[in-house]
């Protein structure tokens, strides 16, 4: 069985509970995020610049009440290797090869 689908930029924990979060919402606030993923603001950071710069997330800036708020989206490409990662998830679980 080979496991060559699985993204290893995707794979730690929190990227892949956050691709998860970031699936079905057109975007999600830092502050959301956070509280949901129960990790600090400097972990999420850390995660949120890797996913950035492999081109899975872009960050939106905006003043929200008059407080600078920070908004998350998944991009194509992220949506697409998220999908791929848990399909290949699934075939790992299950004992099937992943698919193309």
Not at 13 to 42: C, K, N, W, Y
Request: charged letters at 20%.
């Amino acid at each position: 069985m080979s496991v060559e689908r699985l993204d290893p930029l995707i794979h730690p924990p929190a990227r892949l509970q956050l691709m998860a979060l970031l699936a079905d919402v057109s975007e999600m606030e830092f502050a959301t995020a956070r509280e949901i993923l129960g990790v600090s603001d400097s972990v999420l950071s850390k995660h949120l610049a890797q996913l950035s710069d492999g081109g899975y997330v872009q960050l939106r800036k905006a003043t929200l009440n008059t407080r600078q708020r920070t908004w998350i989206a998944a991009t194509a490409a992220g949506r697409s290797a998220f999908q791929g990662h848990v399909a290949a998830l699934q075939a790992l679980a299950t004992g099937r090869s992943p698919t193309a």
